[in-house]
Nanobody
Framework: VQLQASGGGLVQAGGSLRLSCSPS????????MGWYRQAAGKQREWVASITSGHKRYADSVEGRCTITSDSGKKAIYLQMDDLNPEGTAVYYCKYTSAWGDCWGQGTQVTVSA
């Protein structure tokens, strides 16, 4: 099973994007679903996650990002509003289950000033 992330693109500062992540096949036992990002030259960092409906956000995106999920599709979404250039990065989704972590391929988000 692979995770397919999409929705990235080029947006001006103050704009919005909605990222999506869904599995290519049947996946079970997922405990945590989340989003991470990696800017050029920096380490990958956690952005947001959802566990049994409980949502958590990194301080850097709190109030500007919303993570949601579709339990039927086992999909997650990241609505990003009021984007700023610091949000430029490759965004990855990750699902954590009892058998380990599964990462998506990443989707590029570029925010122009």
């Amino acid at each position: 099973v692979q995770l397919q992330a999409s929705g990235g693109g080029l947006v001006q500062a103050g704009g919005s994007l909605r990222l999506s992540c869904s599995p290519s096949g049947r996946i079970t036992g997922v405990r945590v679903m989340g989003w991470y990002r990696q800017a050029a030259g920096k380490q990958r960092e956690w952005v947001a996650s959802i566990t049994s409906g409980h949502k958590r956000y990194a301080d850097s995106v709190e109030g500007r990002c919303t993570i949601t999920s579709d339990s039927g599709k086992k999909a997650i979404y990241l609505q990003m509003d009021d984007l700023n250039p610091e949000g430029t990065a490759v965004y990855y989704c990750k699902y954590t289950s009892a058998w380990g972590d599964c990462w998506g391929q990443g989707t590029q988000v570029t925010v122009s000033a």
